[in-house]
């Protein structure tokens, strides 16, 4: 048997850590009398197969023995912990050298994924729909993944005094509607940059810079349909730096002009949602769920069964209705048709930029330099300026947001 700190194990060190029932004080290493006195001279390899969650061919008698080791008050010795790697070191015994290590990293606070709880939190998002690239959906799905992503709202400099500045506007990472752990970027300021800038006198263009996945579908639509209808009052240009996909790319395509740099990638048009059953993992823990609900389908989609016909049949539903709205934004501001969207647009994958610009996806493949360029010259073409030397200077005054 493959020796291992099994789940079983793991849920019953977990439990006495909470209880407060390590003793983290002894020492670190102890002699062979002090380990023999603690865990008996035959002993250690029997405690640290059950401690460990291993032997389930003990006894009740036997477990209730080697469920701890000889300790004041009841308590695991940390250091009887190091005694069994010790020994299981010394005698080859490789896997109760592992799980004892794994272990003895779990009573000190460093435990990797394989030891890590499950963020209930990560079960709910993961359960809405994602307008995400596929090779992001273990950054939002998994409930083991470490939470140390942080919302990077937008910040704006003010800009110039002159109505022919250019604003840019960063959308980068991750995109979630509210600022909240799982998103680099957030709608909610996104969007409020993009109306401020539309409604500052002083900026006569807008340049969305955009090096994102994708992200959640909730709020796209919404920013989508002001995107549209705000184009017509200033030049607003999407620029895919370097990658546009899934919900970036929703957003981009509602620009006036989209461009992607040549080495970039757009795409991605589809939408995802997950569902986890963790009720073998909670199992195998000993923990059984009962959830009192009321209402036919209030307790749907739930984490702790599997997913019933009827259930997956009306998370279908939802995704194809989200899929739908994104593809008929695409199709209307593409100025194609939605059939066109879904046989030529990748199919859900990403397109470099030579197969974006060949399937109508960008309107040009340009560097970022070119993009600023272009901008400024079609500013200094609209707006009424004294001399080039001017026009010279405008192009040089640029209002950044990022």
Known sequence: MTIQLNPKGNANARQLIADGKVDRDSAWSMSADDENEILGNDDWIEYGKWFLGIDETQNAETKAHFRYPIGKSGKVYRSAIIAIRQRSGQQDDAGIFDAA?????????????????????????????????PECIAVVASPLAATNLTARPARARPSSASSGSIAVLSLSGVITQHPDFMGDSNLDEFMGD?????????????????????????????????????????PVVAFANSLAASAAYWLGCCASEFYCTPSGEVGSIGVWQAHMDISAM???????????????????????????????????????????AFVACVASARNVSTDFVKTNMGQGRVLGAQDALKNKMIDGILTMPQVIQKMANQLSATTQLPSKKAATSIRSRLSIMV
Not at 208 to 220: Q, T
Not at 296 to 322: C, T
């Open 101 to 133: 290590g794994e272990l003895i990293n779990l009573i000190d606070g460093k435990s990797d994924e394989s030891g890590a709880s499950i963020d209930m939190n990560r079960l709910k998002i993961a359960a809405s729909p994602w307008a995400l690239m």
């Open 194 to 234: 993009f109306m401020s800038a539309m409604n500052d006198p002083t900026v006569g263009a807008l340049l969305i810079s955009i090096d994102s996945p994708g992200g959640s579908v909730y709020g796209a639509q919404e920013a989508s349909d002001m995107m549209i209808a705000m184009r017509g009052k200033k």
């Open 282 to 324: 909670l199992q195998n823990a000993g923990i059984k769920t009962t959830i009192i609900s009321a209402g036919k389908y209030k307790i749907e989609g739930n984490p702790y069964q599997p997913l019933d016909d009827d259930a997956q049949q009306f998370m279908q539903s939802r995704v194809d209705d989200y899929y739908n």
